[in-house]
């Protein structure tokens, strides 16, 4: 199959960097456990833009409505993660909540936390990719569908929303050299792929699909 043949959809440009990008913060979010507040705090700050700027530009899709796709991320890696996000923020991690529907039956201010919005973020990035690296175009166009629509109508609002809690802590009086940060190993899975790059298992899928 030439390069003529491939998906125009799946391979477009700005689908492959939004794949890169979905790639880049999976694992920014698996290796929280090797940062500090502060610097886990100023990675979030510069990938959380990108990310959303990458995901408003992907291309109209067509969905498979007959389709399922499997889910990868278990109940127990979604906490796992978020326990881990939750505990290098530690009292930061809540914010005031501000662009919930349930405000208007609400007396007093409705909170959430940037451990649930991050993680719930990754969980659909997570379930993306790993469906796309399946290399099977009809799978990976329904995902691309998937992950668009659950953008706009449910982690889209839940990134901007963090977004803001971030940038409060960043520029606040808060001193987040005081938080009690964990020092652990670098985590392999960090330097398996360099950010910015394409995955490796991406440049494969353009390997076999020229072949």
Known sequence: MTEENLNPIVYSKNAIEF?????????????????????????????LPLLYLKTSVLPDV????????????SEV?????QQKVMNLL??????QEVFDADMQFSDAPLSSSISECLTDIYQDLK??????RTGDELVMQEALWVCIDNFKNYWGQRLVNSLRAVHALIYGDVDLEDQVNIAVEND???EEEGAGNKPEWLNQLFKNQGD
């Open 77 to 81: 890696d979604y906490n796992f993660l």
């Open 62 to 73: 067509e969905s498979f409505e007959e389709m399922g796709l499997e889910k990868f991320v």
């Open 188 to 190: 392999p899975r960090e």
């Open 90 to 95: 530690g009292e930061y991690d809540d914010f």
């Open 127 to 132: 379930d993306f990719l790993m469906s796309y």
């Open 19 to 47: 794949v890169t990008v979905a790639n880049e913060y999976c694992n920014f979010l698996e290796t929280a456990n090797t940062q500090n507040t502060l610097s886990f705090l100023n990675r979030a700050q510069k990938i």
